[in-house]
Protein backbone atom coordinates (compact mmCIF):
# COMPACT_ATOMS: atom_id res chain seq x y z
CA UNK A 1 0.00 0.00 0.00
CA UNK A 2 1.42 3.33 -1.07
CA UNK A 3 2.10 6.14 1.59
CA UNK A 4 -0.27 8.64 -0.34
CA UNK A 5 -2.99 5.55 0.16
CA UNK A 6 -1.72 5.19 4.00
CA UNK A 7 -1.73 9.09 4.94
CA UNK A 8 -5.60 9.33 3.18
CA UNK A 9 -6.38 6.39 5.40
CA UNK A 10 -5.51 7.50 9.08
CA UNK A 11 -7.09 10.97 7.65
CA UNK A 12 -10.43 9.36 6.88
CA UNK A 13 -10.23 7.35 9.95
CA UNK A 14 -9.41 10.43 12.38
CA UNK A 15 -12.37 12.23 11.32
CA UNK A 16 -14.82 9.13 11.95
CA UNK A 17 -12.99 8.36 15.10
CA UNK A 18 -13.74 11.80 16.24
CA UNK A 19 -16.80 11.84 15.16
CA UNK A 20 -17.42 8.53 17.09
CA UNK A 21 -16.30 9.83 20.19
CA UNK A 22 -18.21 12.80 20.27
CA UNK A 23 -21.62 11.25 19.29
CA UNK A 24 -20.64 8.61 21.88
CA UNK A 25 -20.21 11.43 24.49
CA UNK A 26 -23.90 12.60 23.65
CA UNK A 27 -25.29 9.02 23.41
CA UNK A 28 -23.95 8.36 26.63
CA UNK A 29 -24.94 11.95 28.81
CA UNK A 30 -28.57 11.40 27.17
CA UNK A 31 -28.69 7.50 28.17
CA UNK A 32 -27.34 8.63 31.83
CA UNK A 33 -30.31 11.13 31.58
CA UNK A 34 -32.43 8.71 30.26
CA UNK A 35 -31.83 6.38 33.07
CA UNK A 36 -32.16 8.60 35.94
CA UNK A 37 -35.89 9.43 34.30
CA UNK A 38 -36.59 5.84 34.45
CA UNK A 39 -35.60 5.11 37.73
CA UNK A 40 -33.63 2.23 36.17
CA UNK A 41 -29.49 1.59 36.42
CA UNK A 42 -29.88 -1.22 33.52
CA UNK A 43 -31.16 -1.57 29.97
CA UNK A 44 -30.59 -4.67 27.08
CA UNK A 45 -28.89 -3.29 23.81
CA UNK A 46 -31.22 -5.61 21.40
CA UNK A 47 -30.45 -5.58 17.36
CA UNK A 48 -33.63 -5.69 14.98
CA UNK A 49 -33.68 -8.86 15.34
CA UNK A 50 -34.32 -8.99 19.14
CA UNK A 51 -30.63 -10.48 19.44
CA UNK A 52 -29.26 -9.26 22.99
CA UNK A 53 -25.83 -8.26 22.31
CA UNK A 54 -24.87 -5.85 25.79
CA UNK A 55 -26.10 -4.68 29.02
CA UNK A 56 -25.89 -0.92 29.23
CA UNK A 57 -25.51 0.36 32.85
CA UNK A 58 -25.35 3.31 34.83
CA UNK A 59 -22.53 2.73 37.04
CA UNK A 60 -20.64 4.62 39.66
CA UNK A 61 -22.03 7.49 41.08
CA UNK A 62 -21.76 6.58 44.78
CA UNK A 63 -20.17 9.79 45.72
CA UNK A 64 -16.84 9.31 46.72
CA UNK A 65 -14.07 7.11 44.14
CA UNK A 66 -10.94 5.93 45.22
CA UNK A 67 -7.72 4.80 43.24
CA UNK A 68 -3.93 4.42 43.22
CA UNK A 69 -2.67 7.37 41.95
CA UNK A 70 1.03 6.39 42.52
CA UNK A 71 2.08 2.48 42.29
CA UNK A 72 5.42 2.84 43.47
CA UNK A 73 4.22 5.28 46.86
CA UNK A 74 2.05 2.62 47.35
CA UNK A 75 3.85 -0.51 46.89
CA UNK A 76 6.50 1.27 49.25
CA UNK A 77 4.18 2.19 51.87
CA UNK A 78 2.65 -1.85 51.85
CA UNK A 79 6.26 -2.87 52.20
CA UNK A 80 6.86 -1.09 55.31
CA UNK A 81 3.58 -1.19 56.81
CA UNK A 82 2.02 -4.44 55.53
CA UNK A 83 4.85 -6.67 53.67
CA UNK A 84 2.27 -9.72 54.14
CA UNK A 85 -0.23 -7.83 51.72
CA UNK A 86 2.71 -7.89 49.13
CA UNK A 87 4.04 -10.49 46.40
CA UNK A 88 6.05 -8.91 43.52
CA UNK A 89 2.82 -6.16 43.52
CA UNK A 90 0.15 -5.36 45.53
CA UNK A 91 -2.54 -8.59 46.29
CA UNK A 92 -5.58 -7.14 44.28
CA UNK A 93 -7.63 -7.90 47.14
CA UNK A 94 -5.48 -5.88 49.81
CA UNK A 95 -5.36 -3.38 47.07
CA UNK A 96 -9.38 -3.45 46.67
CA UNK A 97 -10.00 -3.46 50.92
CA UNK A 98 -7.62 -0.24 51.13
CA UNK A 99 -9.45 1.50 48.35
CA UNK A 100 -12.98 0.57 49.61
CA UNK A 101 -11.92 2.09 53.16
CA UNK A 102 -10.73 5.20 51.71
CA UNK A 103 -14.13 5.36 49.31
CA UNK A 104 -16.24 5.01 52.59
CA UNK A 105 -14.55 7.49 54.73
CA UNK A 106 -12.58 9.82 52.17
CA UNK A 107 -9.42 9.57 53.09
CA UNK A 108 -6.70 7.03 52.66
CA UNK A 109 -5.52 6.37 56.10
CA UNK A 110 -4.24 3.12 57.58
CA UNK A 111 -7.22 1.21 59.48
CA UNK A 112 -4.38 0.11 62.26
CA UNK A 113 -2.47 2.80 62.81
CA UNK A 114 -4.34 6.27 61.38
CA UNK A 115 -1.24 7.09 59.14
CA UNK A 116 -1.77 8.52 55.52
CA UNK A 117 -1.28 5.85 52.83
CA UNK A 118 0.68 7.37 49.98
CA UNK A 119 -0.28 6.80 46.15
CA UNK A 120 -3.98 6.63 46.97
CA UNK A 121 -5.74 9.90 45.09
CA UNK A 122 -9.83 10.77 46.32
CA UNK A 123 -12.04 12.28 44.35
CA UNK A 124 -15.53 13.01 43.86
CA UNK A 125 -16.83 10.47 41.90
CA UNK A 126 -19.79 10.51 38.84
CA UNK A 127 -22.19 8.04 37.37
CA UNK A 128 -20.76 6.86 33.75
CA UNK A 129 -23.01 4.74 31.51
CA UNK A 130 -21.25 1.24 30.71
CA UNK A 131 -21.69 -1.51 27.83
CA UNK A 132 -20.68 -4.71 28.70
CA UNK A 133 -21.04 -6.96 25.67
CA UNK A 134 -22.46 -10.61 25.46
CA UNK A 135 -19.64 -13.63 24.42
CA UNK A 136 -20.62 -12.78 20.25
CA UNK A 137 -22.20 -9.30 20.58
CA UNK A 138 -19.94 -7.12 19.38
CA UNK A 139 -19.67 -9.73 16.44
CA UNK A 140 -23.38 -9.82 15.88
CA UNK A 141 -22.73 -6.09 16.21
CA UNK A 142 -20.42 -5.88 13.12
CA UNK A 143 -22.45 -8.51 11.37
CA UNK A 144 -25.58 -6.16 11.67
CA UNK A 145 -23.74 -3.29 10.67
CA UNK A 146 -22.52 -5.02 7.64
CA UNK A 147 -25.61 -6.31 6.64
CA UNK A 148 -27.24 -2.91 6.27
CA UNK A 149 -29.55 -3.89 9.32
CA UNK A 150 -28.54 -1.04 11.45
CA UNK A 151 -29.37 1.95 8.99
CA UNK A 152 -32.02 3.28 11.10
CA UNK A 153 -29.56 4.06 13.69
CA UNK A 154 -27.97 7.58 13.58
CA UNK A 155 -24.55 6.39 14.73
CA UNK A 156 -22.35 9.03 12.79
CA UNK A 157 -22.29 11.60 10.45
CA UNK A 158 -19.43 13.35 9.10
CA UNK A 159 -20.03 17.06 9.99
CA UNK A 160 -20.11 17.63 5.75
CA UNK A 161 -23.12 15.69 5.85
CA UNK A 162 -24.95 17.11 8.84
CA UNK A 163 -24.34 20.86 7.07
CA UNK A 164 -25.64 19.69 3.90
CA UNK A 165 -28.63 18.63 5.44
CA UNK A 166 -29.15 21.64 7.00
Known sequence: MSLGNLALQAAVLKVLGDEIAARLQLVK????EAFRDAESSQAPALLPDGTKVATVSLAGGDGISASVTDDAAFLAWVLAN???ETETLVRDGYRKKVLDAAK????ALD??????????????SR?????RF???GADAVADAWTAGELSAI??????????GAA
Request: charged fraction near 25%; charge should be positive.
Open 29 to 32: AAAE
Open 82 to 84: HPG
Open 104 to 107: KTGH
Open 111 to 124: PVTGEKIPGIGIRD
Open 127 to 131: PYVSV
Open 134 to 136: RTG
Open 154 to 163: DVVRPRALDA
